[in-house]
């Protein structure tokens, strides 16, 4: 599959995601912000960084970009939308994921691989993936904790939105392994059409071993469509 | 005209900034401290009086200045510079 990552004045990990894509056999080009077009047969990666200084809030500035609304449209048509880190934080902005992202519960900038537990296969970004496996993925942001109102909380647990949650080596949902604050441990979640995936942490960071892990690469191949090997 | 919009935290939304300037005044010898909330200070000049300049005032502080899933805000038009 073709992607487009999108490069925002600020995004910093708009190469290493097409790295990754490419590593995993996939095509990628980069798209400026300023261009308006998505095409129907890709998906789109909203990258990590500090888009436009993360003036105002993280996110604020992006989400009205002219390139927005060629994503939003994407996203409509159930194309595979992306956002990791200040992407994710982008989407919540923009209203394509509900809630916000805000400052770490602990002020810290938390810059280390985090364990993340899968909480559904039943998505195309966790198929690859069981219930409750563990997976160690970078994490690297200030304002990561996820806030939502009761209400929405409510409706991604009983929708099973919830993609991923911070948890420990064990894989137990532990307030102790919530680097954050965030609500219900929340790394990851996907909207109701389950075709746009928010996520803090850093899958195109863990796709090679040589990188450390690669406990991304299904993620990124899911988000693909590749399917997994038997 | 000049327009200034103050952006608060919602009460139910912790704020770890306004908490840790708390503790700083504390440290400061202040011992009935209740709570720090911090919140940001907009200011805007405007030239001339536009028709519908404050329903879109309104907008601009709903849609760019805050978050309404977090954030609430305070909009004061005053006329004159």
């Known amino acids: 599959m073709r992607f487009a990552v999108v490069q ?21 080009r980069l798209v400026w912000h300023q261009e308006t077009k998505i095409d129907p047969s890709e998906g789109v990666i909203l990258p990590g960084g500090f888009s436009y200084g993360d003036y105002l809030r993280c996110g604020a500035i992006a989400r009205f970009s002219p390139i927005m609304g060629a994503v939003k449209a994407a996203a409509e048509r159930g194309q595979v939308v992306v956002g990791i880190c200040n992407g994710f934080q982008i989407l919540c902005e923009a209203g394509l994921l509900p809630g916000a992202l805000t400052r770490n519960e602990g002020l810290h900038f938390r810059c280390e691989t985090a364990h993340v537990r899968v909480e559904t296969p039943a998505s195309r970004f966790t198929s690859y993936y069981g219930t409750g496996e563990v997976l160690k993925i970078p994490i690297a942001h200030g304002e990561g904790c996820y806030r939502a109102s009761p209400e929405i909380l409510q409706e991604l647990e009983a929708q099973q939105r919830v993609l991923f949650r911070y948890c420990n080596v064990e894989g137990q949902v532990v307030p102790e392994a919530n680097p954050n604050g965030s609500s219900h441990n929340i790394a990851g979640i996907c909207n109701a059409g389950r075709n746009v995936l928010g996520m803090m942490p850093h899958p195109e960071r863990c796709c090679e071993a040589e990188m450390g892990g690669v406990d991304g690469r299904g993620i990124l191949l899911g988000a693909a469509g590749v399917l997994k090997p038997i | 005209m000049k327009a200034v919009v103050t952006v608060t935290l919602k009460p139910s939304i912790l704020d770890p900034q306004g908490e840790a300037v708390g503790h700083a005044i504390q440290a400061m010898g202040v011992k009935g401290l209740k709570s720090v909330r911090i919140g940001k200070h907009i200011e805007l000049e405007i030239e001339g009086e536009e028709k519908g300049l404050r329903a879109k005032l309104e907008e601009i502080s709903k849609e760019l200045l805050s978050n309404p899933v977090m954030e609430n805000f305070h909009l004061d038009v005053r006329a004159g510079g």
């Open chain 1, 8 to 28: 925002f004045p600020g995004s910093n990990c708009d190469q290493d995601c097409v790295h990754a894509l490419q590593v995993l056999g996939q095509e990628a």
